[in-house]
């Protein structure tokens, strides 16, 4: 028998998420992970006689506690430089979105800092919130582009979120967004040929991005410019993802159906008839109630979506103008304010949020044969994670069977899981 990478043991219920999306639930469990996978799960008494936790090189005594599968993130701007707390005042004193973009502050404020950035800042910033993002159970982030919006530094962006990806435990799926804004200055169907014929080439040469994303929305790319960077991309081997519908409704999640995109996120003012479009075509709707919940605004309904038997997944969208990178918190918000149950809510941000970006080996899943990524909870069931908001529930992280956080630290140097 191989070397057993960890045993995580006398936990009062290990959760899985079934093929068919529904929850396993095992009581007075325990989860044997052998070179990285699941080698089993049951009772506990079962699985330490055949994978005697002393024999492993991390035993996790987990009892009273609920063991579930590592949060996955699939959509979030966790790279860049700069504060905005400023406009989190402005906006609670009434300033919107729209005014304080217009100001020169939102998106384009962080494009400068960002430009102004140098690549070992970047990356610090990056690994820093790949830390918290750790500590409070991801074990996959999606990370984008999109602080650039010029060639040199979209391809700057996406070489420190690869280099991000060879130095920390968590794995990071790579985005460009390059169609993000339109720069100060520049008009956007020029800006928009820009993206098609200049930085759209050149990040395919790089090989880095795995999906490319646009802000398809009222004031900064319609959908027939949105369609010819999304076509583009793909032409160019990058998967289609679309931000949709977030401030109002134009047209941007037909459009993920039209061109087969990996997701359509945000989708606060989709229509039924979108909803259907998306099941449909398959394509995953990624609803992000931080969003609503920092901006005040209008949630995503969940049940319209999750009625009509969507992979519906959730995500932090961690940026500077959505502050957190916590998936509890986005659970949280997912059952209070979008009517979601725990079990819904766990599965979102899990299996669900896997398939939103492309990741198909059994991530979020925790099933026998599926990466040994996990998440130990100080509490002694996975609805504490939504019920017991504000504080971070994870007491310990496993991810491919090495305990990699723990008492929210993370325990291994950078150094240590470099796989550069």
Same mark, same amino acid.
């Given at each position: 028998?191989?070397?057993?990478?960890?045993?995580?043991?006398?936990?009062?219920?290990?959760?899985?998420?079934?093929?068919?999306?529904?929850?396993?639930?095992?009581?007075?469990?325990?989860?044997?992970?052998?070179?990285?996978?699941?080698?089993?799960?049951?009772?506990?008494?079962?699985?330490?006689?055949?994978?005697?936790?002393?024999?492993?090189?991390?035993?996790?005594?987990?009892?009273?506690?609920?063991?579930?599968?590592?949060?996955?993130?699939?959509?979030?701007?966790?790279?860049?430089?700069?504060?905005?707390?400023?406009?989190?005042?402005?906006?609670?004193?009434?300033?919107?979105?729209?005014?304080?973009?217009?100001?020169?502050?939102?998106?384009?404020?962080?494009?400068?800092?960002?430009?102004?950035?140098?690549?070992?800042?970047?990356?610090?910033?990056?690994?820093?919130?790949?830390?918290?993002?750790?500590?409070?159970?991801?074990?996959?982030?999606?990370?984008?582009?999109?602080?650039?919006?010029?060639?040199?530094?979209?391809?700057?962006?996406?070489?420190?979120?690869?280099?991000?990806?060879?130095?920390?435990?968590?794995?990071?799926?790579? $985005?460009?967004?390059?169609?993000?804004?339109?720069?100060?200055?520049?008009?956007?169907?020029?800006?928009?040929?820009?993206?098609?014929?200049?930085?759209?080439?050149?990040?395919?040469?790089?090989?880095?991005?795995?999906?490319?994303?646009?802000?398809?929305?009222?004031?900064?790319?319609?959908?027939?410019?949105?369609?010819?960077?999304?076509?583009?991309?793909?032409?160019?081997?990058?998967?289609?993802?679309?931000?949709?519908?977030?401030?109002?409704?134009?047209?941007?999640?037909?459009?993920?159906?039209?061109?087969?995109?990996?997701?359509?996120?945000?989708?606060?003012?989709?229509?039924?008839?979108?909803?259907?479009?998306?099941?449909?075509?398959?394509?995953?709707?990624?609803?992000?109630?931080? $969003?609503?919940?920092?901006?005040?605004?209008?949630?995503?309904?969940?049940?319209?979506?999750?009625?009509?038997?969507?992979?519906?997944?959730?995500?932090?969208?961690?940026?500077?103008?959505?502050?957190?990178?916590?998936?509890?918190?986005?659970?949280?918000?997912?059952?209070?304010?979008?009517?979601? $149950?725990?079990?819904?809510?766990?599965?979102?941000?899990?299996?669900?949020?896997?398939?939103?970006?492309?990741?198909?080996?059994?991530?979020?899943?925790?099933?026998?044969?599926?990466?040994?990524?996990?998440?130990?909870?100080?509490?002694?069931?996975?609805?504490?994670?939504?019920?017991?908001?504000?504080?971070?529930?994870?007491?310990?992280?496993?991810?491919?069977?090495?305990?990699?956080?723990?008492?929210?630290?993370?325990?291994?140097?950078?150094?240590?899981?470099?796989?550069?």
């Amino acid at each position: 028998m191989s070397d057993v990478d960890a045993v995580v043991y006398d936990a009062n219920e290990v959760v899985t998420v079934e093929e068919n999306g529904e929850l396993g639930v095992y009581e007075d469990a325990a989860v044997a992970v052998v070179d990285g996978e699941v080698a089993r799960i049951g009772s506990s008494g079962p699985v330490t006689r055949e994978f005697p936790p002393e024999n492993a090189a991390n035993a996790v005594d987990a009892d009273g506690k609920a063991v579930i599968p590592g949060f996955v993130d699939p959509h979030t701007h966790a790279l860049f430089a700069g504060d905005r707390s400023d406009e989190f005042e402005a906006k609670l004193r009434g300033k919107t979105y729209q005014e304080i973009l217009a100001e020169g502050g939102g998106i384009l404020r962080t494009v400068r800092a960002t430009r102004n950035a140098g690549d070992d800042e970047l990356l610090s910033n990056l690994l820093d919130h790949l830390d918290t993002m750790l500590a409070h159970g991801t074990t996959t982030v999606e990370v984008k582009s999109g602080y650039g919006l010029d060639t040199e530094t979209e391809l700057r962006m996406l070489d420190v979120v690869d280099r991000a990806d060879d130095r920390h435990p968590v794995d990071v799926v790579p $985005t460009f967004m390059g169609a993000h804004a339109v720069p100060e200055g520049r008009e956007t169907e020029e800006y928009v040929t820009e993206v098609v014929e200049e930085q759209i080439p050149a990040v395919a040469d790089q090989g880095v991005a795995e999906f490319c994303d646009v802000f398809c929305e009222e004031g900064v790319f319609d959908v027939p410019q949105s369609r010819r960077v999304l076509v583009t991309a793909a032409e160019q081997g990058m998967t289609p993802k679309v931000h949709a519908e977030e401030l109002a409704h134009i047209g941007g999640t037909q459009l993920a159906a039209d061109v087969g995109a990996a997701s359509a996120d945000h989708l606060l003012h989709s229509t039924e008839e979108d909803v259907d479009a998306l099941v449909e075509a398959g394509v995953s709707p990624v609803l992000l109630p931080g $969003t609503a919940f920092g901006l005040g605004a209008d949630y995503a309904d969940a049940r319209t979506f999750l009625d009509a038997g969507a992979p519906v997944a959730t995500a932090t969208d961690f940026n500077p103008n959505c502050y957190s990178q916590s998936m509890g918190f986005a659970a949280s918000l997912a059952c209070v304010e979008m009517g979601m $149950t725990p079990a819904e809510a766990l599965v979102a941000a899990t299996k669900n949020a896997a398939r939103a970006v492309d990741v198909e080996d059994g991530t979020g899943t925790l099933l026998e044969g599926t990466p040994g990524d996990l998440a130990v909870l100080d509490a002694p069931t996975y609805v504490h994670v939504p019920y017991n908001f504000g504080v971070n529930a994870v007491e310990t992280v496993v991810k491919g069977g090495e305990v990699v956080a723990d008492g929210g630290d993370v325990v291994e140097s950078r150094e240590v899981v470099d796989r550069a």
